[in-house]
């Protein structure tokens, strides 16, 4: 594959950093009604501990049609849409040009889905009390999400002291949210299946999101080793095009070649 040429920050448009912020700002409305819901959807008659916390079918009997919608908006959102975009702006930008518009085009569509989802959960589920590891781990899980956003407005220039906090910052934040993410999927299945012990796709579902995860997790272990993989059949002397190295014949140490200059890490803005 060849690698498209890299895009540094002053290339891009500043129409682009406009609409970034547009769809951030939009991100943020949508928190904002999640919120607006949720304070809606309180009822200080509910009844109170973990039968409640766990019973999304109290008190509305169709809400077992919600709660898939609660669920499927989850797993599009923690297992297609923003690990997607994780791996587009950690592998992306070594192979297109438009990696930047891709990650933020998967991220924003991720953190409306997990905004609709937690929306839905706040203001048909009646959850009344903390007792349960589903609902606290939902809402950590969501308030790392809402801050992604939130950071990309106050991003340091490259170059600047404070720039490899911040991407720490946003780099923890992400991972942790996706992670965290990925065992209360499970966690939201076992609720699913203790109030509907007798739906058919129960066990299916748990399958299926095994496979998606350690698909998930094959794929970013499998993208990091690509380059190397494809060094193997290179020419000791040649470079490899992602990190400017080849590897000897010999120890297969990398190295990297005298005069050549590879591709880095410069188009991550």
């Not at 992306?92 to 930047?100: A, E, K, M, P």
């Not at 606290?136 to 939130?150: E, F, S």
Request: proline share 6%; hydrophobic share 50%; net charge positive.
């Amino acid at each position: 594959m060849a690698v498209a040429k890299m895009v540094t920050r002053a290339q891009v448009p500043t129409s682009c950093y406009r609409q970034c912020r547009s769809m951030a700002v939009l991100v943020l409305v949508a928190i904002l009604m999640s919120w607006m819901s949720t304070v809606s959807a309180q009822d200080p008659t509910a009844p109170a501990g973990d039968a409640a916390a766990a019973d999304p079918n109290q008190g509305n009997p169709c809400s077992i049609g919600w709660f898939r919608a609660h669920g499927w908006l989850m797993w599009l959102a923690f297992g297609i849409f923003l690990p997607l975009g994780v791996f587009v702006s950690r592998y992306g930008q070594y192979y297109f040009s438009q990696w930047f518009w891709a990650h933020i085009s998967l991220q924003v569509t991720g953190v409306v889905l997990a905004t609709i989802s937690f929306a839905i959960a706040a203001n048909k589920f009646q959850v009344t009390t903390w007792d349960n590891t589903h609902v606290k781990l939902g809402l950590a899980i969501m308030i790392l999400v809402w801050l992604q956003p939130l950071l990309s407005f106050v991003r340091p220039r490259r170059g600047s002291g404070i720039r490899p906090v911040w991407f720490f910052v946003h780099w923890l934040f992400g991972t942790t949210a996706i992670v965290l993410a990925w065992f209360n999927i499970f966690k939201g299945l076992d609720v699913y299946v203790g109030n509907w012990p007798d739906g058919g796709e129960r066990k299916a579902s748990y399958v299926l999101w095994g496979i998606n995860v350690a698909v998930l997790a094959f794929l970013y272990l499998f993208l990091d080793r690509l380059p190397y993989i494809r060094a193997q059949s290179m020419d000791p002397e040649a470079v490899n095009p992602r990190k400017g190295i080849a590897m000897t014949a010999a120890d297969e140490t990398p190295y990297h070649k005298p005069g050549v200059e590879g591709p880095t890490r410069q188009a991550q803005v």
